[in-house]
């Protein structure tokens, strides 16, 4: 960093030196850079300026003239659970996966493959929402009625299980598998990251005494690499709050809160509500919808803001 | 951890002095090893299934008509897309238009001018755009147009606004990635000859950054081009061709897609059907999007030596 600091000083030294209309002319440049910076964050800067004031009117508004007839946080409370329920859900079903996936890209094949099994990974990633969506109601829910049928008969003791299980697969563990597929390239690629960069005395100092491939990984590796899975998995979850279409399209919501995954009731989530009931709102109603926008925006920023406090704080060691 | 290093330490010379690995950590690791191996396949199946369904129930929705007629007055399971392709054309090239730009001014100030604390705020509040749901997006959209224009509006380049928000990091990010890896000695040799720092920057860092450039916006366009959340609640849903973003609702293909499965009508099976080869046309744009981006870094690039 400091020889770049000294070039830029003697280039500005130099240019300084030679004639007004190159001085312009790098006044002009820098200037239109700062303000590409300056204009990113007032853009950032409108997104919570016009939320507030769009969703203001919601958060003020009597229960009487909100959706639903309820007041604004009664109104809020449940989308928030079920946005939580089902991002928590996919974060369990996928960190393990991705974790894996990423030791295995990295540790387990053979490493000229690493790049093209990374690549497939990441394919995960650039597959567009409303897809998964489609894929989840069609392929994947009605896969998934038998299983849930089985758990309601083995594990129907325990709540999350307690049917009766859905016969259309649009319940909330068919959402959250469905989140999970879609935030384990993320999980998977920030672990991969930092697997890939476990110390090699590390590692060989552990095989050099006798440790098996998994002993190497479970005590080289994994302690290695444990806040940036943490990390990562704070990103997944951030993404699986906000992840609208696949929720919208495979959940069927009552509205109900509950924690039972495999029925036909189930809560919805705050972006799958706007979704579904934005296009033919009008009035206080989009004042509503709005309001809940904000709060998804405050819980997926705190999400996200956690994660980077951790990776900064990994990086800072 | 610490424990278990000890166990090793003291455990693991004797038995190999004693002729090879225990019974049991010799299958623990046999386990796990194919515990991993199996996670992976498990991650990889959906991937596998995705593709395939999307292309077995793709393939029957596909016609001439798809890519050639809208679905202006069409019943009984006829009409196109055209009007959705066209509309997803346009309001992500317009995103382009105004997210590059502004994405790549960004990265250069980072890597080349910035200091102090505008840069570590723009550092930091690029990380926290990254991670806005696109709804939100979408929902910023509105109420930024709503204002000038009042309730209910609907425009193509709402939609554009929205998907702006959310590709602007993408594309800093990767700049500043490509900006970084120019060597200083370029940008030196360029200093010493006299050559202010705009035209350093102009001539010599950017060229030579080119091809990464390029890649990097492809690929960040692929990923903001099947979004449908933010154009759910800005573009709306209209059946004709619409060329103007400034003027009225547009259609696109995600859009589309989602619309067809929510509100099929008497023919089911055929707006399913459409659905279906929405999503393979999106994929196919996503797909060709990645690939070229990869062909165009590898045609162009600048070998640095």
């Known amino acids: 960093m400091a020889s770049v600091d000294t070039t830029t000083n003697a280039g500005q030294l130099l240019a300084a030196a030679s004639g007004g209309r190159r001085r312009l002319g790098d006044r002009v440049f820098s200037r239109t850079a700062v303000l590409a910076a300056v204009t ?3 853009l950032l800067a409108g997104v919570a300026i016009f939320l507030l004031s769009e969703g203001y009117p919601a958060l003020t508004a009597a229960a009487s003239e909100l959706p639903e007839g309820k007041t604004f946080l009664d109104y809020v409370a449940p989308l928030a659970f079920g946005t939580v329920l089902a991002a928590a859900l996919a974060a369990l079903i996928a960190v393990p996966l991705a974790v894996a996936a990423a030791l295995f890209i990295t540790h387990v094949a053979p490493p000229r493959m690493a790049l093209t099994l990374g690549y497939l990974v990441d394919l995960l990633a650039a597959i567009p929402s409303i897809i998964y969506g489609l894929w989840g109601i069609f392929v994947l829910g009605p896969k998934m009625v038998p299983v849930m049928k089985w758990l309601e008969a083995k594990l129907g003791f325990i709540p999350f299980f307690d049917g009766p299980a859905s016969v259309t697969g649009r319940t909330m563990l068919v959402a959250g598998l469905v989140l ?13 990251e930092a697997f890939a960069q476990t110390p090699r005395r590390l590692r060989e100092g552990a095989q050099a005494l006798g440790a098996t491939r998994w002993e190497t990984i479970r005590m080289t590796v994994l302690p290695f690499g444990r806040s940036s899975v943490i990390s990562g998995a704070m990103l997944g979850l951030g993404r699986a709050l906000g992840e609208t279409m696949a929720v919208t399209i495979i959940l069927s919501v009552s509205g109900a809160v509950t924690f039972n995954l495999i029925s036909q009731a189930n809560p919805s989530t705050i972006a799958a509500n706007i979704a579904l009931d934005f296009p033919e709102s009008s009035g206080l109603a989009i004042n509503a919808l709005i309001a809940t926008g904000l709060v ?19 990086e800072g060691e | 951890m610490e424990s278990s290093v000890q166990s090793l330490g003291q455990s693991a010379p004797s038995r190999l002095l004693a002729g090879g690995l225990g019974t049991r950590r010799r299958i623990v690791n046999i386990v796990m090893t194919a515990l991993i191996a199996g996670a992976f396949v498990l991650a990889m199946l959906p991937l596998f299934s995705l593709v395939f369904e999307v292309a077995k129930r793709g393939i029957p929705g596909l016609s001439a008509d798809f890519f050639t007629t809208d679905a202006r007055g069409a019943v009984g399971g006829a009409g196109g897309a055209s009007h959705a392709i066209m509309g997803t054309l346009i309001i992500t090239g317009v995103a382009t238009v105004i997210s590059v730009p502004i994405g790549i001014m960004a990265a250069i100030y980072l890597n080349e001018y910035g200091a102090g604390r505008l840069r570590r705020a723009l550092t930091f509040f690029v990380d926290v755009m990254t991670g806005i749901p696109s709804i939100v997006a979408g929902l910023f959209a509105y109420a930024l147009f709503e204002i000038f224009f009042g309730p209910g509006i609907r ?3 709402m939609g554009s606004v929205a998907l702006s928000l959310l590709v602007i990091p993408i594309v800093i990010r990767s700049a500043e990635e490509v900006l970084k890896i120019v060597p200083d000695h370029l940008r030196e040799a360029s200093y010493a000859l006299g050559t202010p720092k705009w035209k350093t920057i102009t001539k010599i860092v950017l060229p030579t950054a080119f091809a990464g450039l390029v890649t990097g916006v492809m690929i960040a366009i692929a990923r903001i081009v099947g979004e449908t959340a933010p154009l759910l609640v800005t573009t709306g849903v209209v059946d004709s061709m619409n060329t103007d973003p400034f003027n009225g609702r547009m259609q696109n293909l995600a859009v589309y897609a989602y619309n067809e499965y929510r509100s099929p009508g008497v023919m089911k099976q055929a ?3 459409k659905a279906w080869a929405a999503a393979l046309t999106l994929i196919a744009i996503v797909m060709i999007l990645n690939v070229a981006a990869r062909l165009v870094y590898r045609r162009y690039k600048t070998e640095i030596r």
């Open chain 2, 155 to 157: 425009l193509g380049v």
């Open chain 1, 180 to 192: 999970a597929v879609m935030i384990l390239p993320i999980v998977s690629a920030v672990a991969r």
């Open chain 2, 271 to 273: 707006a399913y059907d």
């Open chain 1, 296 to 314: 998804l925006f405050a819980i997926t920023l705190i999400t996200n803001m956690g994660a980077r406090w951790i990776i900064a704080r990994q």
């Open chain 1, 40 to 42: 990113i964050l007032a």
